[in-house]
């Protein structure tokens, strides 16, 4: 099940709330502010009430003046309830105030909710960045994004206007109904007893063609991707003539986009229908039995007037509470995926500036009795009693058959991953003894599929050392072989590579990653199968760079062309996890039947 329709599923309840309270650490901080705006809006939804109130009386004296003047004193001021002219004064006032009070407001709760979500989105990224790799293997890109942009959006919509509309909405219900009463009960019993029938059927309506456009939005939405996969792999449709296929495979997306719409349609027509029908026809219900009252003389014309304007706004707060109330339910369900997150374990790195004093590595690496398997996959043993040792500046390569563990041995010395058991030490210490922004500020990794970062040439080259100077960022690119393209391009260093470094080729990447490695200057190197895709002159010159950057550092190579490796001071032969031989390349080749001549052997045939 995606994580969408998990969302899909959440529901407002008692532990759902008790969790979403836990965001009010973040508000903790503002809380006399926050405070401050709730009462702002507590006095707007009062203020709208008697504006309403007010434009009654406005309709009330203008039909009808009274036989004597309803004076009355405020703050010292008196004011004349029964003059048109005296009516306008104090509803401008009474606006003029509303609009101070709601402008007061809105930066209040934009000022409060900006600074909340700069620390809720450094909190969540911060956390992310810092989970270890087997959360990242069990996660998708697409869902943690997600997590960060919409679901944070989600909780910024609902400090900055739901909470403060939902609020407003209550006081005007409440405050408006008792109001009702006040002017009319008999009207209110009617209103009471049609208009909110009629407006929960008409949610009711609502909510269904809402998820009707929303099956028409997402059968748009899987058309969209049949486009982009379609566009995306063209050669593959062209080579396999598929044309007609993907066609076929759009047409009956976009056959049940039409199907959903029209159905839809009607649904809204309906919905328009029942509205004219049933709310105006309740509304016209009440305003017979109101002209009936006034003509009688059981109602005065300004308390008529109030009570059509104020049930009218009543009606659309009860008809609005539901839309907020559903974006106050997703707002929750984003609150618990972003506070689920900030309670996850990450990794001990360091994102600031570390408090300790950095141990400088010699470069020895040993495994003792390593045992391993990923958390996904427990039934398979990746690594098997493994144990070898490479001492400071040794090159150490690690060979088999695909599948033996190589990339895993890897990620262990990149502690990615902890062994179930076993030890991985450095210069004879556990690796759990170091801090892991210290063992790994002192290693370089250049692997198979280098992915670039989007910005220029020179960024992708100083993510190695961030501090480098322009000069040390050249050397690095020339001892990585990699001036010999950069310079040929118009804008040298300042060349933008692309998403992902689309706009190089494989060796260009290769030796822009090496260089980083370069910049970096560490004392361990990883270098796994960095030229096993390559073509021949771009393995040449990315060899030669490797050979220049492995000199007086520790290396671990995992090999795929064993050619590349003869002069490794140690080749440890992987099969299945398990560690079949160890020596040198003379050493190895001599043992009858052994795995790694067979490598050797195998990989003579094939080019010969």
């Not at 101070?100 to 209040?108: G, N």
């Not at 308390?303 to 707002?331: D, E, K």
């Amino acid at each position: 099940m995606s994580e969408k329709k998990k969302e899909k599923k959440k529901r407002l309840s008692k532990a759902s709330l008790k969790q979403a309270t836990r965001i009010f650490k973040y508000v903790k901080p503002y809380r006399w502010q926050f405070a401050f705006g709730i009462v702002l809006i507590s006095l707007s939804g009062v203020f709208t009430l008697l504006v309403t109130r007010l434009w009654g009386q406005l309709g009330g004296v203008g039909v009808q003046q009274p036989e004597q003047d309803d004076i009355r004193s405020y703050f010292d001021f008196e004011f004349n309830f029964s003059d048109l002219g005296s009516l306008a004064v104090i509803i401008f006032a009474v606006l003029v105030i509303q609009a101070i009070m709601s402008f007061t407001r809105v930066i209040l709760f934009a000022r409060i909710t900006e600074n909340m979500m700069l620390a809720l989105r450094k909190d969540t990224y911060q956390k992310i960045i810092r989970m270890p790799m087997q959360y990242f293997n069990e996660q998708r890109v697409g869902d943690l994004n997600s997590r960060i942009s919409a679901d944070i959006t989600s909780i910024q919509d609902v400090f900055t206007t739901t909470l403060a509309e939902l609020l407003r909405q209550l006081i005007v219900i409440v405050g408006g109904i008792a109001a009702l009463l006040f002017f009319s009960p008999t009207l209110t019993f009617i209103m009471l007893s049609t208009l909110p029938v009629v407006i929960i059927i008409a949610v009711i309506f609502g909510r269904f063609i809402r998820k009707l456009s929303k099956k028409t939005q997402d059968q748009v939405a899987e058309s969209n991707v049949v486009v982009q996969e379609t566009l995306t792999g063209i050669v593959n449709v062209k080579s396999f003539a598929n044309e007609l296929l993907e066609v076929t495979r759009y047409m009956g997306n976009i056959t049940e986009i039409k199907k959903f719409a029209l159905k839809g349609a009607w649904w809204r027509a309906s919905f328009s229908s029942f509205i004219i029908l049933f709310i105006f026809g309740a509304i016209s219900l009440v305003i017979f039995k109101g002209a009936d009252l006034m003509a009688a003389g059981e109602l005065d014309s300004e308390y008529f007037f109030s009570f059509l304007l104020m049930t009218g706004l009543v009606a659309g707060s009860i008809g609005g509470i539901a839309a907020q109330f559903a974006q106050l339910q997703r707002g929750i369900g984003a609150i618990e995926n972003v506070m689920d997150i900030l309670e996850l374990d990450p990794e001990p790195v360091v994102i600031e500036s570390p408090s300790f004093k950095q141990r400088a590595l010699k470069g020895e690496i040993e495994f003792q009795r390593l045992q391993f398997h990923y958390d996904s996959r427990k039934e398979i043993q990746v690594i098997n009693d493994l144990s070898f040792r490479a001492s400071a500046g040794d090159h150490v390569a690690i060979v088999g058959p695909s599948g033996a563990g190589k990339s895993t041995i890897a990620s262990l010395i990149l502690q990615f991953y902890v062994p179930q058991a076993g030890k991985v030490q450095f210069d004879g210490v556990d690796a759990s003894e170091y801090d892991l922004t210290e063992l790994r500020s002192q290693m370089a990794f250049v692997p198979q599929e280098v992915i670039l970062f989007g910005g220029s040439i020179k960024e992708n080259i100083a993510y190695g050392n961030p501090e480098a100077s322009d000069e040390e960022i050249h050397q690095a690119a020339a001892q990585a072989n990699a001036l010999q393209f950069i310079d040929q391009f118009p804008d040298g260093l300042d060349t933008i590579v692309g998403e992902r470094g689309i706009q190089l080729s494989g060796g260009q990447r290769q030796r822009i990653a090496i260089a980083r490695a370069v910049l970096k200057n560490p004392t361990i190197l990883i270098l796994d199968e960095a030229t096993s895709s390559l073509d021949s002159e771009s393995e040449r010159l990315v060899q030669d760079a490797l050979d220049k950057l492995m000199k007086g550092r520790t290396s671990v190579v995992i090999a795929h062309r064993l050619s590349t490796i003869r002069s490794a001071d140690k080749i440890i032969v992987l099969d299945g996890g398990i560690k079949v031989e160890e020596g040198k390349h003379e050493e190895l080749i001599t043992i009858e039947n052994g795995v790694y001549r067979g490598l050797v052997e195998l990989q003579s045939q094939l080019v010969s």
